[in-house]
């Protein structure tokens, strides 16, 4: 029997806090907005009830549903800002690229790499993980590291790189990098999380060099 959807919203903070009985008035209420609070219920009476308690005692420190294609799908947490964020940059018309990491708490920049010429992002977003594991060990770190490229996270994970990119004398550098990545990934252990940045809820990765 499939569980029964959630239709009651209860907004603890947002744009107009209260108890909403669609998903797409909650999202504007929530969207955008710096730390909102807001949680799912099955039943009216049980939203009111919450609305009129504290959040924490119905979602934890920050915890808030996941919106993915105008639906429920769980429960995350606010970043912890003892991590250290990464995202990398593509030049469409130059083919450049470049990556970097920041300490999320201060937003203190901690590296800035590049620009590569013949690059792509996902390459980019995988060097800017390793960099930051690599950074991290040296320091005997085990913060997190946070990327918003599922497809990088699933490289380091693989320890391998998966790029169609072609290899020229312009971006021979670049694989020299990714080899070394490879290099240091299968010969090293580490224990920080690599974590998925959760764009839709928390907003803009902090790494993000602006130039959308």
Not at 102 to 117: M, R, T, V
Not at 133 to 143: G, Y
Not at 158 to 176: G, I, M, S, V, Y
Request: glycine share 8%; aromatic share 10%; net charge positive.
């Amino acid at each position: 029997m499939a569980k029964k959807k959630p239709k009651f919203y209860v907004v603890w903070q947002g744009r107009k806090p209260g108890v909403y009985d669609s998903w797409d008035d909650a999202k504007l209420q929530t969207d955008g907005f710096a730390k909102p609070l807001f949680k799912a219920f099955d039943t009216r009476p049980a939203a009111l009830k919450a609305f009129g308690e504290r959040p924490h005692l119905h979602v934890g420190q920050g915890a808030k549903p996941v919106a993915k294609q105008g639906k429920i799908d769980g429960l995350v947490g606010l970043p912890n800002p003892d991590s250290l964020v990464v995202d990398a940059a593509w030049n469409t018309a130059t083919g450049d690229m470049e990556y970097q990491g920041i300490y999320l708490a201060s937003k203190q920049k901690l590296f800035l790499k590049g620009p590569y010429c013949d690059g792509t992002n996902n390459i980019g977003e995988f060097l800017a993980i390793v960099h930051a594991l690599a950074l991290l060990h040296q320091k005997n770190s085990n913060i997190p590291v946070y990327s918003d490229s599922r497809t990088a996270i699933g490289w380091v994970k693989k320890k391998k790189a998966n790029t169609k990119l072609e290899q020229t004398p312009r971006n021979a550098e670049l694989f020299e990098l990714l080899d070394r990545a490879e290099t240091w990934l299968t010969s090293h252990r580490y224990a920080n999380p690599v974590l998925k940045w959760e764009t839709t809820v928390w907003g803009e990765n902090p790494a993000d060099f602006g130039r959308k």
